[in-house]
Each structure stands twice: as structure tokens, then as C-alpha cells.
């Protein structure tokens, strides 16, 4: 029995690793040194190989080596086939870090700092005291729901908003359109953890951020897709939204023209938020394999009709 790895090669060498020291009933191998793929019953992958059941004809369960699975295409996966995607525990403190850095660096007003301290100026702002400040959480799942309630203990005035209707404490939760608008008025500060799927493409758009308090920031942590991009540039550019943090595009890297290079009033970061890192996820993979070897239900599977 074997597990086919068709992700990064570098962390490629730890997976083996792993597997050999706490799984050796179970042959690692590394794409493209796929052996014989009759034997090959698990895929975990980034991206999967075209046409997966000819190449891989044994193939049982696809784990996807990140959280979002928008980059599969499910109408070319068989519908019978498992989906599973990374619940690592590295992925929840990387979004969860990096969060705390963006909204403290929009609620602190670091961009204005950066930019004065290279005019040479020393003025202080008023400060807003976290009470003061709300933040807005698109997305209320595994990661939305654990950054909306770490920003509720630091006292910020927190809500979040899903698909379906949530409970998370401390967290004033809205589903659905029809609470949209009420969300969106009540967050000064509004971060984007929402999958990609064909419902949330290009949300972040003009008729949203005019939804949003005048001055209002935005920090993108879902997909690049989720944003669209002229429409940002707008609405910085009128004055309606004050800053923004993207730690995600739809082109990365961006094209060498794109405005956003040179934008003062958004820092970009290369899609760094959190990555699967083997050492933590292994256990949560093994534990799955296990699983599907018992007959069990696994944890983390995807509804191909959702699309998350
Ligand atoms: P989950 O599947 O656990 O949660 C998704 C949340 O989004 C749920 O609350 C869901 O609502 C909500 N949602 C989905 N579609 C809609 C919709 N149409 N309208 C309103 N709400 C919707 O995902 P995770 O929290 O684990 O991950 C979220 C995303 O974060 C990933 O898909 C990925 O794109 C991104 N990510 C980015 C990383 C980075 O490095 N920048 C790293 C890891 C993940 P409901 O609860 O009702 O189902």
C-alpha cells in the first residue's frame, strides 16, 4: 500500500521521514517517481495529476496539502472520491499570528508611522482603544472562528459572519445575505477568511467596501481571488477605505505594472500567512489514513457541491 506525495519537494524529505519512522506500513513515495500506480491508494497533493483514476487507478482517498481546496477542479474529480483538506495545526497559529500583526498594525496606524518616519515627522494620533475599534470577520469556520475569538481577548468589539448561522463567544455572529449589511456596518476593520468557491469570488468588491464604515481597513487572508483589485484602488482612492493588508492575489506575484507594488496604503505579503508545516500535520494525516483504514469517518472531508 502506498501514498503518492505530489506537493513540494522540500518538505517532501520530512514527509518520508515521518512516514518511515511512525508509518512504515505505509510506502511514501514522491512524485513524479510515482513506481506502480496500481499500488497507490492515497494521494496527497497541492495539485492533483490530470485525469487521476487513469494514472492512478487504485486511488481511494485525495488529501490536499492546504486548507483551501479551491485549487481542484471537482468537476474533473470522480464524485465518489474523498476529499480531505489540511486541518494542520501550524496552518491555525500562522493565520492566527498573522492576523494579530495585521489588525494591530491598521488599529496602531503603523503604515501612517512608516510613512512619517521617512518625511522626518513626529506626529502623534489619537489613539482608539480596542472597545472602540470593531472587527469583522468574513468567514466562521476552522480559522474565522479561532482569530474572531482570540480578537474578543484582547477586547476589540467583535463579529463574524458565515454562510449558515454560528455561535462562537464573544462574537456577535450574522449568516447569510440578508445579514450582510449589518455586519458589514458594524466593522471598522474587516478580515477575509473565506474559501474561494464560485458564491465568494470577487466579494470584495465596490458595492461591499461602500457597505463598510467611511475609514474602514481591510485585511485579505482568504484568496486573491475573493478581491477585486480596481475596485480596492477606488475605494482607497476616494477616501471610503484607509489601508489594507493582502497577504493574498489573484496573480502571484502580481505583474510588474500592477498598482499595487507602489501603493503606500496597502501592504502586500507573498501569500505567507501560515503554510502546512510536515512536523504538525503528520499526526493529523496519520490520523485520517487510520481512519479511512477503519472504516471511520475522516476529519477535514470537502463537500465537492460547496466547494469547501
Ligand atoms: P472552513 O471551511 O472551516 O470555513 C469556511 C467559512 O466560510 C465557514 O464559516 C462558511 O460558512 C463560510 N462561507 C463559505 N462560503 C460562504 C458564503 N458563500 N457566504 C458566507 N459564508 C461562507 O475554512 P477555513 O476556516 O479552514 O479556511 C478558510 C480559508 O482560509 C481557506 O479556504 C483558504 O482559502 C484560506 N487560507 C489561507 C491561508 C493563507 O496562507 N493565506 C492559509 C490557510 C487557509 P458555514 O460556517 O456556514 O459553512
Known amino acids: ?68 481546496v479551491d485549487q481542484f477542479d471537482f468537476d474533473a474529480l470522480p464524485p465518489e472520491l474523498p476529499v480531505v483538506r489540511m486541518l494542520d495545526p501550524a496552518i491555525e497559529s500562522g493565520m ?69 448561522s454560528r455561535q462562537v463567544q464573544d462574537v456577535a455572529c450574522y ?10 456596518s458594524s466593522s471598522d476593520i474587516l478580515i477575509c477568511v473565506l474559501p474561494l468557491t464560485d458564491a465568494t469570488r470577487g466579494i470584495l468588491n465596490s458595492d461591499l467596501f461602500a457597505r463598510l464604515p467611511e475609514g474602514a481597513a481591510l485585511i485579505n487572508i482568504g484568496r486573491g481571488e475573493h478581491l477585486v483589485d480596481h475596485d480596492l484602488t477606488q475605494a482607497l482612492d476616494d477616501g471610503h477605505l484607509s489601508a489594507a493588508v493582502l497577504d493574498v492575489l489573484s496573480e502571484e506575484p502580481p505583474a510588474d505594472d500592477h498598482p499595487f507594488w507602489q501603493d503606500e496604503r ?29 472504516g471511520e469517518p475522516m476529519i477535514g472531508r470537502v463537500d465537492p457541491q460547496r466547494g469547501y
Open 175 to 184: 449568516h447569510g445575505e440578508a445579514e450582510l449589511d449589518e455586519f458589514l
Open 96 to 164: 492566527i499570528e498573522y492576523a494579530t500583526f495585521a489588525t494591530l498594525w491598521l488599529h496602531r496606524r503603523m503604515g501612517d508611522y512608516v510613512r512619517q518616519q521617512r518625511e522626518g515627522q513626529w506626529q502623534a494620533h489619537m489613539l482608539v482603544p480596542a472597545a472602540q475599534r470593531r472587527i469583522g470577520v468574513l468567514g466562521l469556520g476552522q480559522l474565522g472562528s479561532t482569530i474572531a475569538s482570540h480578537f474578543a481577548g484582547y477586547g476589540f468589539a467583535v463579529s463574524g459572519w458565515a454562510r449558515s
Open 1 to 68: 500500500m502506498a501514498l503518492l506525495y505530489k506537493s513540494d519537494p522540500v518538505r517532501g524529505a520530512r514527509w518520508k521521514a515521518l512516514f518511515a519512522q511512525h508509518a512504515p506500513d505505509i510506502e511514501f513515495r514522491q512524485w513524479p517517481d510515482i513506481g506502480d500506480p496500481k499500488e497507490i491508494r492515497y494521494l496527497l497533493a497541492w495539485q492533483p495529476p490530470e485525469n487521476i483514476m487513469d494514472s492512478l487507478p487504485s486511488l481511494e482517498v485525495l488529501f490536499a496539502t492546504s486548507a483551501g
Open 266 to 294: 496597502i501592504l502586500l505579503t507573498p501569500h505567507v500567512a501560515a503554510m502546512t508545516q510536515p512536523d504538525s500535520a503528520f499526526p493529523v494525516l496519520l490520523d485520517n489514513l487510520r481512519r479511512h483504514q477503519r
